[in-house]
């Protein structure tokens, strides 16, 4: 079983600080949180940039100036969203990956997401596929909904993405597929036997689907961004913490965990 790779998800577009007191929003910040979740262990950060206001935004200039204070700190995987906030335009969402990231987010399809549509329609997933080949960005794929894997597999064929892919299975948001032990095996069993696969457990879905992607020899999310509780009631004082409970019940379980080395050899980046 390949070593385990964490993700940590450190700030998303909906939460805000009165809901996390300790959510990272300035670029400092949010270098500061990758930085602390690299020592506990993770390999990758997703990252959702914020505006001076604290408000979500895609503008460039600001997912650079992150992007470049993260790697000033260490050699974390720094992995901007494509997806944004669900108001967010198409134009302003693909603008990260003209930085030529390592990796970004794909999403391949629309969805409910709780009040609100997160939509992408065909003709959108196939400019940022072709816009991140371009770029030698890798994607991951991002699965709310099991016609996405299919979508996902068809742009291989029409030759906008390369095998083999990387899944992230987001599961448990409100609207899409719930994060229950028996959805995450089914989305696990549709993919591409060479693929590699993350999952993301959304609120109380978190620390089990982790547990769950241990033991199956999956990778792992966590984060603010899906979940900004440590227990039931109990908010989590920093990102750092929970990858800290993900590397522990890994060691527990019996499973090294990847450095940012050894998880860009598993998912095919070369630096």
């Given at each position: 079983?390949?070593?385990?790779?964490?993700?940590?998800a450190?700030?998303?577009?909906?939460?805000?600080?009165?809901?996390?007191?300790?959510?990272?929003?300035?670029?400092?910040?949010?270098?500061?949180?990758a930085?602390?979740c690299?020592k506990a262990?993770?390999?990758?950060v997703?990252?959702?940039?914020?505006?001076a206001?604290g408000n979500?935004?895609?503008?460039?200039?600001?997912?650079?100036?992150?992007i470049?204070?993260?790697?000033?700190?260490c050699?974390?995987?720094?992995?901007p969203?494509?997806?944004?906030?669900?108001?967010?335009?198409?134009?302003?969402?693909?603008q990260?990956?003209e930085?030529?990231?390592e990796?970004?987010?794909?999403?391949?399809?629309?969805c409910?997401?709780g009040?609100?549509?997160f939509?992408?329609?065909?003709?959108?997933?196939?400019?940022?596929?072709k816009?991140?080949?371009?770029?030698?960005?890798?994607?991951?794929?991002?699965?709310?909904?099991?016609g996405?894997?299919?979508?996902?597999?068809?742009l291989?064929?029409?030759?906008?993405?390369?095998?083999?892919?990387h899944f992230?299975?987001?599961?448990?948001v409100?609207?899409?597929?719930?994060?229950?032990?028996?959805?995450?095996?089914y989305m696990?069993?549709?993919?591409?036997s060479?693929a590699?696969?993350?999952?993301?457990?959304?609120?109380r879905?978190?620390?089990p689907?982790?547990?769950?992607g241990?033991?199956?020899?999956g990778?792992?999310?966590?984060?603010?961004?899906?979940?900004?509780?440590?227990?039931?009631?109990?908010?989590?004082?920093?990102?750092?913490?929970?990858?800290?409970?993900?590397?522990?019940?890994?060691?527990?379980?019996?499973?090294?965990?990847?450095s940012?080395?050894e998880?860009?050899?598993i998912?095919?980046?070369?630096?």
């Amino acid at each position: 079983m390949e070593k385990l790779i964490i993700t940590a998800a450190l700030t998303g577009a909906e939460v805000t600080k009165d809901i996390q007191p300790n959510l990272p929003v300035t670029p400092d910040e949010i270098a500061e949180a990758a930085y602390e979740c690299w020592k506990a262990g993770a390999s990758i950060v997703h990252v959702h940039a914020r505006d001076a206001e604290g408000n979500p935004t895609q503008a460039k200039e600001v997912y650079k100036e992150i992007i470049e204070k993260i790697s000033a700190k260490c050699d974390i995987i720094v992995q901007p969203s494509t997806g944004g906030a669900t108001w967010h335009t198409p134009e302003q969402r693909l603008q990260p990956v003209e930085l030529a990231p390592e990796m970004a987010t794909l999403s391949c399809g629309t969805c409910n997401f709780g009040d609100d549509v997160f939509m992408n329609t065909q003709e959108n997933i196939e400019i940022f596929a072709k816009r991140m080949q371009e770029m030698g960005v890798k994607p991951e794929i991002e699965v709310f909904e099991r016609g996405m894997i299919e979508t996902a597999k068809g742009l291989v064929k029409k030759g906008l993405i390369s095998a083999p892919l990387h899944f992230d299975f987001v599961l448990g948001v409100p609207g899409a597929c719930p994060g229950n032990p028996e959805d995450l095996m089914y989305m696990v069993q549709q993919i591409p036997s060479d693929a590699t696969w993350t999952v993301a457990g959304i609120g109380r879905y978190e620390t089990p689907l982790a547990v769950m992607g241990i033991i199956m020899g999956g990778h792992v999310r966590v984060g603010f961004e899906d979940n900004v509780y440590y227990s039931k009631g109990v908010k989590a004082d920093s990102n750092a913490l929970l990858v800290a409970r993900v590397v522990r019940l890994a060691a527990e379980l019996g499973r090294e965990v990847a450095s940012p080395a050894e998880a860009r050899r598993i998912l095919g980046i070369a630096k």
